[in-house]
């Protein structure tokens, strides 16, 4: 946006054939305060950029079609529960044209509720301003109050990407919050615990639902979203897999399937009858995101193990336990569905035979 005109940016790296073509352009500009060349945003002038264009160098349209959808699998987003809520007088709602961009958008439901929610608490932090007033000075006080509330790096992130939604894809202004200052991507080892511990926890499950959940959480290292996506038939006992659907990033992949495991499914099959999703609550409902952490939760505390484990960690052990035993790393990278092998390394700092060979000094 410049002077309240939607303008296209043309920003490059230096190159004599690209500023050439940029002058045969209509009316093109140049901004000190975006440091790049801009000409008015029409239909026909994006048609001229691609013409001069082609061939020549990678132009980035997606600013240019806001409404692309995110995601490609059949999730229902709800945003229903949002426009239904009973509301504390006085409290400030997101914006309508908000919540239809994210239906448009078909983003997961979990990063609905997210945005929705950091949105509202930032507009309520100015509840008295409008919010086409509020600007990078407002955005960055904001910031710094969340900041002083010691909120991880985490969470500032997911507010800016909140608040950027409404500026950048809502209102259409892709430029304007170029200058916010992100915090630095912090870099955590995972935690993970013995396998004697991971055997201390299942053993300390009296309920047969709750071993086959905590042994197909660890023993195939499941993210606990894609236990609770599982169903009957993506369990393949001839094969000894497990097919995972739709999983992080809209990726389907399989992954291992423990005999161990199996032979309690086949009892608790017997016992409980699922009759679509393999763990299933009242009503043969999806069994619930609380319940799953409530049982891994309890069975660590009746095992005596100090540390908080949690689903997640019991993933994280998998990953580490195949490492330690010299399963390749690609293959780990595969069974975990991870787009990156970068992501998949950071089990290196943790597993135990990376330092066995090391000879301690004091030694």
């Known amino acids: 946006m410049i002077k309240d005109q939607k303008m296209i940016g043309i920003k490059f790296s230096p190159d004599k054939l690209i500023q050439n073509l940029i002058k045969g352009l209509p009316n093109p500009k140049w901004s000190q305060q975006y440091n790049m060349a801009y000409i008015p945003n029409t239909k026909e002038n994006l048609g001229i950029l691609f013409t001069t264009f082609k061939g020549i160098v990678w132009i980035n349209y997606n600013k240019f079609h806001p409404n692309k959808p995110v995601n490609t699998t ?113 870099h955590k080892l995972p935690k993970v615990i013995s396998k004697e511990e991971i055997i201390a926890v299942i053993d300390s499950t009296n309920n047969l639902k709750h071993r086959c959940i905590i042994k197909m959480l660890y023993g195939s290292g499941l993210r606990r979203s894609e236990l609770l996506n599982l169903k009957i038939k993506d369990i393949d006992s001839k094969r000894m897999l497990i097919r995972v659907e739709n999983s992080k990033g809209n990726k389907d992949r399989y992954t291992l399937l423990s005999e161990s495991a199996l032979k309690d499914l086949r009892l608790y099959f017997k016992e409980w009858k699922p009759q679509e999703y393999l763990f299933e609550g009242r009503k043969a409902t999806k069994y619930s995101a609380v319940s799953v952490l409530g049982v891994v939760k309890n069975a660590a505390i009746k095992a005596k193990i100090t540390q908080n484990v949690t689903p997640h960690v019991l993933r994280h052990s998998f990953a580490t336990h195949l490492l330690e035993s010299g399963v390749d790393l690609r293959q780990i990278q595969v069974l975990l569905g991870h787009g990156s092998s970068k992501t998949t390394e950071i089990y290196t700092h943790v597993a135990t035979n990376t330092f066995k060979e090391i000879k301690n000094p004091l030694d």
């Open 74 to 186: 059949n999730e229902i987003v709800d945003v229903q529960w949002f426009r239904k809520r009973i509301i504390v007088p006085g409290y400030r709602l997101c914006p309508e044209e908000y919540l239809l961009k994210l239906e448009l958008k078909k983003y997961a439901n979990s990063t609905v509720k997210t945005y929705v929610t950091y949105f509202e608490t930032f507009i309520n932090h100015y509840r008295e301003r409008k919010l086409e007033t509020l600007d990078e000075r407002d955005i960055r006080a904001y910031l710094q109050v969340l900041i002083q509330r010691n909120v991880s790096n985490s969470y500032l992130n997911q507010v800016i990407n909140s608040i950027k939604f409404y500026y950048e894809v809502v209102l259409g202004m892709p430029n304007r919050f170029y200058e916010i200052e992100r915090p630095r991507k912090q």
